[in-house]
């Protein structure tokens, strides 16, 4: 299984950017899929999740600015991003438990990590 982010780059405080990630391989079905980000120094800490049925959580930092999305039969995460600010600077990691067959275990499985700098 292998999950391929995309969407980073550089842009002004205030602006917006879309984050994509697509599970690819051998998948039955994907459960949980999310977004943690890892600045320079820091922990990785989860920006937001969602789970097969829609259900979403988000970091409080990130509430009312960023939204996560999905589409299941394509097995791919969005994170719309809006009103950045400089503080979002940071390496963002996608994830996905997938199972691999029906019989298997949900595991999780990582992205690259695609950079987002805020700056003006």
């Known amino acids: 299984v292998q999950l391929q982010a995309s969407g980073g780059g550089l842009v002004q405080p205030g602006g917006s950017l879309r984050l994509s990630c697509a599970a690819s391989g051998s998948i039955f079905s994907t459960n949980d899929m999310g977004w943690y980000r890892q600045a320079p120094g820091k922990q990785r800490d989860l920006v937001a999740g969602?789970?097969?049925?829609?259900?979403?959580n988000y970091a409080d930092s990130v509430k009312g600015r960023f939204t996560i999305s999905r589409d299941n039969a394509k097995n791919t995460v969005y994170l719309q991003m809006s009103s950045l600010k400089p503080e979002d600077t940071a390496v963002y990691y996608c994830?996905?438990?997938?199972?691999?067959?029906?019989?298997?275990?949900?595991?999780?499985?990582w992205g690259q990590g695609t950079q987002v700098t805020v700056s003006s």
């Open positions: 994830y996905a438990d997938v199972q691999r067959s029906r019989w298997g275990r949900s595991l999780p499985y």
């Open positions: 969602i789970t097969s049925g829609g259900s979403t």
